[in-house]
């Protein structure tokens, strides 16, 4: 029994690693390592040739510079938009937070393909097709659900005391918000902050449908794999995952530790 | 007395009620800007994809579309291969997530560690593990390269070829992205379970395989639900992974959508299909709450 354990432990980990670990070795193979009918599974030898044909044809700069971009404003109004909303919901009877919480978990849970078409049209018509305003309005509508929801939570473990504490000394709202509220909230805040950033950075729908020319990363990873380039392909993908691991890492300590553990209590 | 009365009643009207109502209207501020936006692009993009769906080219309302997309052969193939794919990594994500969760539940040894290995995939994005898949299922791809050496085949297969297998590999390789969102679940789940039932039927005598039966099953009903539908509907919106691994061959609802739009520009019978699959998400939501009521799950 035990030993089984391990044997399908060691299967799951196995599965759960190798596709990543063979994108990142067919970044640094030679050729002939891997487009032969008995590619190898360990590296042989090593070539930085891929990377720097990626790093200096000049295709991989744009894209990043766009999803940079897009990921960053999303990041940033979705906290703007979402932390109002979330500390208004955090102090609404339980009844009306729920009502709400579950009409957002319903807008999350529809299908993007049913919000991007009208989109596309009507930003076709408004010129905000291919620019980084308009693929972060779209990204915006798939983000803020999330982010509210998390911040929800953030808000309603502040106590209610310590603000009425800080009103009785003569903070007014404003202050209260700033010196109080928002500095025991910025974990939440970053953490939601870092899904948002995350969500765009790897968004793929929205994006297909507002773009022509003017590429995200995950278009342009899509357009290597579509040309069939397993190298120049596994070079972007590559680029484009490092940021998200270690992001990701930061996150899933958090949300394991948080927010899963009772979401179904 | 009269007056006594008048005044005992004028003090609730004219103060607390009014406090209470600024107080609550000052916290409903906040949400305007959210809801606004929302309702500007989320609500009226859906309510314009039924609007369009229920109309045909020549702008004559009805099921002119929805009757022209069903007599096109690719948007049956869409639907079979969607539910196909739903199916097939449902089943694959619920057994490996619950025996990853079963093992991750005791003690380990580099528990930490092994954790936060099975977790990487669920961080990979979705474009990346196509690439990644590419070359684990392409024909000369590392998948038939392992099979060969082990003496499981001789000719290397083609896994997107045959409609069926290109739908096993999708399956695959979504699996592959999400079961350790499941397993995270499902291990929420199983450490909500008290020990002192495990140890109560251990005193009584009962096997694992008894204890797992008839404990960790139906308490992990509530978690085992909630992956079902979350992953449910996430798998209805496939989109990235048949369009990257097998491509028009391969029409699930989303990228058929997506072609009859971009390719075709034909709105109409594109929102049409998005019709469908709101329709089918929305069923399984419903099922949800009948199932698990709406306070389950927000808590």
Known sequence: MKGLRWIVLAALLLCATSPLYLLVKVSVSPPAEVMTPHPSLIPHAVTWRHWQRILSSGQITAPLRKSLVVASSVAILALGLAAPAAYSLAQLPVRWRYGILLGLFLCRMLPEVSIALPVAVVFVRWGLQDTALGLMLAHLTM??????????????????????????????????????????????????????????????????????EAKTMPLQVYYYLYQGNWFVTAVAATLMTLPVLGLSAFLQRYLQETNLAGAVR | MKGEDARKRAIPTTRFPRRRSRARRRHLWGLVPLILYLGAFTLVPVISTLLLGFRDAQGHWGLGALRSIASHYQFSDAVVNTLAITGLGLSLELGLGLMAAVILARRLPAQGLIRALLLIPLGVPTIVSASAMRSVF???????????????????????????????????????????????????????????LYEAAQTDGAGPWHQFLRITLPLLRPALT??????????????????????????????????????????????????????MILLTIGAYLRLAGPGEVLR
């Open chain 1, 143 to 212: 983000v803020l659900p999330v982010v509210a929801w998390v911040l929800t939570t953030t808000f309603s473990t502040i106590p209610r005391d310590v603000e009425e504490a800080a009103a009785l000394d003569g903070c007014g709202t404003w202050r209260t918000l700033t010196r109080i509220v928002l500095p025991l909230a910025l974990p939440g805040l970053a953490v939601s902050g870092l899904l948002a950033w995350l969500f765009s950075w790897e968004e793929f729908i929205l994006a297909t449908y507002l773009t022509l």
């Open chain 2, 138 to 196: 392409g024909t000369v791809g590392y998948l038939n390269e392992v099979l060969y050496r082990l003496g499981v085949i001789a000719l290397p297969i083609d896994w997107t070829g045959d409609r069926w297998l290109a739908l096993v590999t999708v399956a695959v390789a979504d699996a592959w992205k999400v079961t350790p969102l499941v397993m995270l679940i499902l291990l929420a789940g199983l450490q909500a379970i008290p020990r002192e």
């Open chain 2, 226 to 279: 909630m992956a079902l539908i979350v992953r449910g509907i996430d798998a209805f919106r496939i989109f990235a992974l048949p369009l990257a691994l097998a491509g028009r061959h391969l029409p699930v609802l989303s990228t058929y959508a997506y072609v009859e739009y971009l390719e075709y520009g034909n709105q109409h019978t594109a929102a049409a299909s998005s019709v469908i699959l709101l329709l």
